[in-house]
């Protein structure tokens, strides 16, 4: 069975830190592009950050550059999101995301793959950022 499992999320002070993982089960990532989107109530999903197949290139929404960090593990099938200074507007439900066109890695540097562009999906962790 193809799917990404994610953990991590919780409730967190402000200012407090999270890392969120993603476990690939049924396909490696070697390939991939992989992404964490995030869905507050009432609004949109937004893409927060991605990276490319070999690592060398991430992108972040401007809203978290320099607190959030993309990382990989394939020989683990692994994805995580290390969130720092976690503030109010981040509380949303996160999902991680892979797209097996590793032709898209190229552009990674520029800009994320579009939601529809990602091949699967997780269930979503929801991160709750209050006093």
């Known amino acids: 069975q193809l799917q990404l499992v994610e953990s991590g999320g919780g409730l967190v002070q402000p200012g407090g830190s999270l890392r969120l993982s993603c476990a690939a089960a049924g396909f490696t990532l070697d390939y991939a592009v992989i992404g964490w989107f995030r869905q507050a109530p009432g609004k949109e999903r937004e893409g927060v950050s991605c990276m490319s197949s070999s690592g060398d290139s991430v992108n972040y929404v401007d809203s978290v550059k320099g607190r959030f960090t993309i990382s990989r593990d394939n020989a683990k099938k692994m994805v995580y999101l290390q969130m720092n200074s976690l503030k109010p507007e981040d509380t949303a439900v996160y999902y991680c995301?892979?797209?097996?066109?590793?032709?898209?890695?190229?552009?990674?540097?520029?800009?994320?793959?579009?939601?529809?562009?990602?091949?699967?999906w997780g269930q979503g962790t929801q991160v709750t950022v209050s006093s």
């Open positions: 995301a892979v797209d097996f066109n590793s032709l898209r890695s190229a552009t990674v540097r520029h800009m994320c793959p579009p939601a529809d562009d990602y091949d699967y």
